[in-house]
Nanobody, 118 residues
Framework: QVQLVESGGGLVQAGGSLRLSCAAS????????TGWFRQAPGKEREFVGA????????NYADSLKGRFAISRDNAKNTVYLQMNMLKPEDTAVYLC???????????WGRGTQVTVSS
């Protein structure tokens, strides 16, 4: 089993930046991709973006392209979410997730809170 732990959340002013980290441990060799979702109070969980471990290809929610970027450090088994030009509507709990090839997102971290003040 893979365990995921997010970190890096906090309070930031609108226009600022944050970098979230997702550290993976356990059977990480079985992981095909790692993704980020977010969930704001009273709203459904929303896809942010994802990265494939082999090759590093990424994809993002259309609304976040250009502001958010995902990268990985294979040696540290860590995935990063760089968030720039943050807006109050980016306020949410950000969750890291992982999946095996051909399967659904099935492994989740506990999340880290991001709050953007206006």
């Amino acid at each position: 089993q893979v365990q995921l732990v997010e970190s890096g959340g906090g309070l930031v002013q609108a226009g600022g930046s944050l970098r979230l980290s997702c550290a993976a441990s356990g059977r990480t060799f079985s992981t095909y991709a790692t993704g980020w979702f977010r969930q704001a109070p009273g709203k459904e969980r929303e896809f942010v973006g994802a990265i494939v471990w082999s090759g590093g290809s990424t994809n993002y929610a259309d609304s976040l392209k250009g502001r958010f970027a995902i990268s990985r450090d294979n040696a540290k088994n860590t995935v990063y979410l760089q968030m720039n030009m943050l807006k109050p509507e980016d306020t949410a709990v950000y969750l890291c997730t992982a999946r095996e090839y051909g399967k659904a997102w099935s492994i989740w971290g506990r999340g880290t809170q991001v709050t953007v003040s206006s």
